[in-house]
């Protein structure tokens, strides 16, 4: 009972411990296959440039148009290390009997890491018990997210990309063709996906999406059905518009963004910066002060019940704070972001100028 007891009040303030380092936005896990540790500060990661060039190709190849298995297989043919591998190279280890045994749940992996675009994400699972070793993954909601707290390897907007293209799979048919727009039509009807029908037999021409839940006359809804050629040229047709419409009256849409950015609005994003900055130095205040009331604990110049009690005070207090720079940060950054709209939309404006062909990534990224 004793031994239970120790064990568990040991694993309780382990966890108090690695709680203040996550919300203090330290590293809790080792660095993934693409980093490694800098030689001189054990908490900072630092790029491997070998291994960052291979986890740069995986997502240049998704953005491609490549699923996971596809990658693993274009890996595999060029003889690419695994990150096993890989590792064993750098510490003159032996080799694993496949050094290029490249598994689609690893580049899956990869592809999900938002550690990659210099972000620091933690808290990602947590275990029930000191007792069980499985962990349990958390919802966005409970993980907490550091930004810019080291070199990136690839950008925000092509790891966001990257998600919106995952979100929309295209699978191979066996006349070797994808449909364009898998997963983003619907029935008008039923709301159902509209999917993606199509046979050797046909020229191109003849391949259309159709309500899944038709089935052949024996399912709730009725055939309805639309041909590609047809949703690529409304595709085609918005493109158009939108492009010629920004260019015919372009200082008109500049006067409009500026408008929108009102003093009073400029006044209030000020006030939240200011907030903001005076939340992060109490946060940062009160994970000193945890650690210094964990050090009284621990040599006994406080109670372990006044420990407990101060702990979850502090603790309280400081979620309370996160939130509202969570809140406040968000409206800052979208107002930000706002601000940089008119350049940004310019930008891809152009980009879909004279445009001769439609892709699966220019699918994703459609225009409203």
């Known amino acids: 009972m004793f031994n239970d007891f120790y064990a568990k009040d040991t694993s309780k303030k382990v966890r108090a411990i690695k709680r203040a380092q996550g919300q203090a936005g330290e590293h809790l896990t080792k660095p993934p296959y693409g980093y490694i540790v800098s030689p001189t500060d054990k908490k900072q990661w630092i790029v491997d440039e070998e291994a960052a060039a291979v986890v740069k190709r995986i997502f240049d190849l998704c953005i491609g148009g490549k699923g996971p ?18 590792y064993a190279k750098k510490k003159g280890k032996p080799f694993p009997e496949n050094p290029y045994d490249w598994r689609d749940s690893t580049i899956v992996g990869i592809l999900e890491r938002m550690d990659y675009c210099g972000h620091t994400v933690n808290f990602k699972s947590y275990s ?11 919802t966005k909601e409970q993980q907490a997210i550091f930004y810019n707290t080291h070199e990136a390897i690839v950008k925000d907007a092509v790891f966001e ?3 919106e293209l995952r979100a929309n799979k295209r699978r191979p048919t066996k006349a070797d063709r994808q449909g364009l727009f898998s997963g983003l039509v619907y029935c008008a009807d039923c709301g159902s996906k509209l999917h993606f029908a199509t046979c050797k037999s046909f020229n191109g021409s003849q391949d259309h999406y159709r309500c899944a ?39 008109a849409f500049h006067e409009m963004m500026y408008q929108q ?4 609005t400029e006044k209030e994003m000020k006030r939240r910066k200011r907030e903001v900055g005076q939340a992060r130095k109490r946060i940062a205040e009160l994970d000193r002060i945890f650690k210094r009331i964990y050090e009284d604990d621990i040599s006994g110049a406080i109670s372990h019940d006044r420990f407990l009690k101060l702990s979850a005070e502090y603790e309280a207090e400081q979620q309370e704070l996160e939130e509202k720079v969570k809140v406040d940060q968000q409206e800052v950054d979208t107002y930000k972001q706002n601000k940089s709209d008119f350049d940004s939309f310019a930008a891809i404006i152009r980009k879909y ?14 225009l409203y």
């Open 353 to 366: 100028v004279g445009i001769k062909e439609l892709t699966p990534p220019q699918i994703v990224r459609k």
């Open 69 to 86: 298995m596809q990658i693993a297989k274009i890996l595999k043919k060029d003889k690419v290390l695994t990150a096993k591998a890989h």
């Open 261 to 264: 950015r009102s003093a009073e």
């Open 161 to 163: 990309r990257v998600q």
């Open 128 to 138: 029930k018990s000191h007792k069980l070793k499985k962990r349990i993954p958390t």
């Open 213 to 251: 839940k038709y089935k052949s006359n024996t399912g709730s809804c009725t055939a309805h059905f639309i041909r590609e050629e047809v949703l690529k040229q409304i595709v085609w047709s918005r493109i158009f518009d939108v492009t010629a419409l920004f260019f015919d009256d372009i200082m």
